[in-house]
């Protein structure tokens, strides 16, 4: 039997991607994706079982913020947000994407999609998301882990770290890099998203592999784990159904109050659903 996603569940992470006409995407992205637009996303959330969602807005738009805002919008409430923010940003911009359904900023490190944003400005951005009550989203590579321990730890605000860190499954449990996103897990300011699976996975569909480590994230911090599918999958080995990794769901979390929890519970909770 497929898995059926509770009332209220939630995609916390989940793309919008044009149409390129309306929202060009950026000259200098790393990537330029096929068309995902905000109909495609909605058909493929009512055909799953999912009322809500969080956009995650993605690098080939760069900062500007008008497809993730223009999609919260017509959601009518069922979407949140995240941003990719420039130093040009002022509190205007600020309280208008906060307003529209924005949540956090994301900084992306991952070397193929141009590595590590300037220090500085991820500095300052920590100061001015603290006073709104945001959240960071931090897109890394696993060996950042390792790197920038320290700096994570120090942050003052909630920081959610997407896909599982993107460890590779064929260097275990005991690799550095996920022993130290477990050890964050004690940090109240530390949450995970257990997406990500085809991103995790050495052996391919169906990415049973990438389970141990979602379990793993889950028992070290039950509150603070959040899922998505991470649609329409940009630059991946394999491309995933999306259907497929919705029944992955319940190996990882085979519990139906633990489904709840991160299905429903944490996202609303960080969101403000």
Same mark, same amino acid.
């Given at each position: 039997?497929? =898995?059926?996603?509770? $009332? !209220?569940?939630?995609?916390?992470?989940?793309?919008?991607?044009?149409?390129?006409?309306?929202? $060009?995407?950026? /000259?200098?992205?790393?990537?330029? $994706?096929?068309?995902?637009?905000?109909?495609?996303?909605?058909?493929?959330?009512?055909?799953?079982? =999912?009322?809500?969602?969080?956009?995650?807005?993605?690098?080939?738009h760069?900062?500007?913020m008008?497809?993730?805002?223009?999609?919260? @919008?017509?959601?009518?409430?069922r979407? @949140?947000?995240?941003?990719?923010?420039?130093?040009?940003?002022?509190? @205007?911009?600020f309280?208008?994407?906060?307003? %529209?359904?924005?949540?956090?900023? @994301?900084?992306?490190?991952?070397?193929?999609?141009?590595?590590?944003?300037?220090?500085?400005?991820?500095?300052?951005? +920590?100061?001015?998301?603290?006073?709104?009550?945001?959240? #960071?989203?931090?897109h890394?590579?696993?060996?950042?882990?390792?790197?920038?321990?320290?700096?994570?730890?120090?942050?003052? *605000?909630?920081?959610?770290?997407?896909?599982? %860190?993107?460890?590779?499954?064929?260097?275990?449990?005991?690799?550095?890099? =996920?022993?130290?996103?477990?050890? !964050?897990?004690?940090?109240?300011?530390? &949450? *995970?998203?257990?997406?990500?699976?085809?991103?995790?996975?050495?052996?391919?569909?169906?990415?049973?592999?990438? +389970?141990?480590?979602?379990?793993?994230?889950?028992?070290?911090?039950?509150?603070?784990?959040?899922?998505?599918?991470?649609?329409?999958?940009?630059? +991946?080995? &394999?491309?995933?159904?999306?259907?497929?990794?919705?029944d #992955?769901?319940?190996?990882?979390?085979?519990?139906?109050?633990?489904?709840?929890?991160?299905? +429903?519970?944490? /996202?609303?909770?960080?969101? %403000?659903?």
């Amino acid at each position: 039997m497929p =898995f059926k996603p509770p $009332p !209220f569940a939630c995609d916390a992470h989940c793309h919008v991607f044009g149409p390129a006409a309306k929202f $060009p995407y950026d /000259p200098k992205a790393a990537y330029v $994706p096929q068309d995902a637009p905000f109909e495609a996303l909605a058909k493929l959330h009512s055909d799953l079982g =999912f009322e809500r969602a969080v956009i995650v807005h993605a690098s080939c738009h760069g900062s500007d913020m008008r497809v993730t805002l223009d999609a919260i @919008r017509r959601s009518g409430g069922r979407y @949140r947000g995240t941003a990719i923010i420039d130093p040009s940003f002022a509190d @205007r911009q600020f309280q208008q994407m906060h307003d %529209g359904g924005i949540r956090g900023v @994301r900084f992306n490190f991952v070397r193929h999609l141009g590595g590590r944003p300037d220090m500085a400005f991820f500095r300052r951005t +920590v100061q001015r998301i603290q006073e709104l009550g945001w959240h #960071l989203i931090l897109h890394l590579d696993a060996d950042d882990l390792v790197e920038l321990e320290s700096t994570f730890r120090k942050l003052p *605000v909630p920081f959610v770290i997407d896909h599982m %860190g993107r460890v590779k499954a064929a260097a275990g449990l005991a690799q550095p890099p =996920f022993k130290i996103l477990l050890s !964050f897990m004690n940090s109240e300011n530390a &949450w *995970v998203k257990i997406c990500g699976a085809e991103r995790v996975s050495s052996e391919g569909p169906p990415f049973t592999d990438a +389970v141990p480590f979602a379990r793993a994230l889950i028992e070290a911090a039950p509150d603070r784990v959040l899922w998505g599918t991470d649609w329409p999958h940009p630059n +991946v080995k &394999w491309m995933p159904d999306d259907a497929a990794l919705v029944d #992955l769901f319940p190996l990882m979390a085979p519990a139906p109050e633990m489904q709840y929890k991160i299905l +429903v519970t944490n /996202p609303a909770r960080l969101y %403000g659903f």
